[in-house]
């Protein structure tokens, strides 16, 4: 494989990653921005707690409005909070929500084999084992896959959630 084949090979597996996702409330159409926005956004977010609108703009290279959209549609499904800044009251600060909201829970419950079944296509359902096998493989090298401390089983301040934390904690 070469740099260009494991491109294309994230960017299918990205593709493949949305479409396991259960549509939003409400239907994909009535939220602006793509899943991957929000996914993008909300793992910005787990890594960067308290940041600002701008800030999540300057790590993530995405326009502002598509940031704004993701974090409104983060925050009607519970997966974060906004508080004034302290420090500057025209901010506003956004970091995960303390708690598991119904929408993050279902997304986190979502299995994948529907979505690898459609890619792989109908003649091929034998090699869906083997492709399960390579991506836990892959997920164990390049993926912290601890489970979060949950809010009430520490009391000392969290370490940065893993990639796979942050992930799953979006809601698109």
Same mark, same amino acid.
């Given at each position: 494989?070469?740099?260009?084949?494991l491109?294309?090979?994230g960017?299918?597996?990205?593709k493949?990653?949305?479409?396991?996702?259960?549509?939003?409330?409400?239907?994909?159409?009535?939220?602006a921005?793509?899943?991957?926005?929000?996914?993008?956004?909300?793992s910005?977010?787990?890594a960067?707690?308290?940041?600002?609108?701008s800030?999540?703009?300057a790590?993530?290279?995405?326009?502002?409005?598509?940031?704004?959209?993701?974090?409104?549609?983060?925050?009607?499904?519970?997966?974060?909070?906004?508080?004034?800044? +302290?420090a500057?009251?025209?901010?506003?600060l956004?970091?995960?929500?303390?708690?598991v909201s119904?929408?993050v829970?279902?997304?986190r419950?979502?299995?994948?084999?529907?979505?690898?079944?459609?890619a792989?296509?109908?003649?091929a +359902?034998q090699?869906l +084992?083997e492709?399960q096998?390579?991506?836990?493989?892959?997920?164990r090298?390049?993926?912290?896959?601890?489970?979060a401390?949950?809010p009430a089983?520490?009391?000392?301040?969290?370490?940065?959630?893993?990639?796979?934390?942050?992930a799953?904690?979006a809601?698109?």
């Open positions: 494989m070469n740099g260009v084949e491109f294309l090979l960017r299918t597996l990205m493949i990653g949305e479409d396991a996702l259960p549509e939003p409330p409400g239907g994909a159409d009535r939220h921005g793509s899943a991957r926005l929000v996914l993008i956004v909300a910005d977010i787990a960067h707690p308290d940041s600002a609108i800030e999540i703009v790590r993530t290279g995405l326009p502002q409005s598509q940031v704004s959209a993701a974090v409104a549609r983060l925050k009607e499904a519970g997966s974060v909070v906004a508080a004034p800044d +302290p500057d009251r025209r901010r506003v956004v970091r995960q929500a303390g708690e119904e929408r829970a279902q997304v419950a979502t299995g994948i084999e529907s979505a690898l079944m459609a792989l296509g109908t003649d +359902p090699h +084992p492709v096998a390579a991506l836990d493989v892959l997920a090298h390049f993926l912290d896959l601890t489970p401390p949950t089983a520490s009391s000392s301040p969290a370490a940065p959630p893993s990639a796979a934390t942050r799953d904690q809601t698109p």
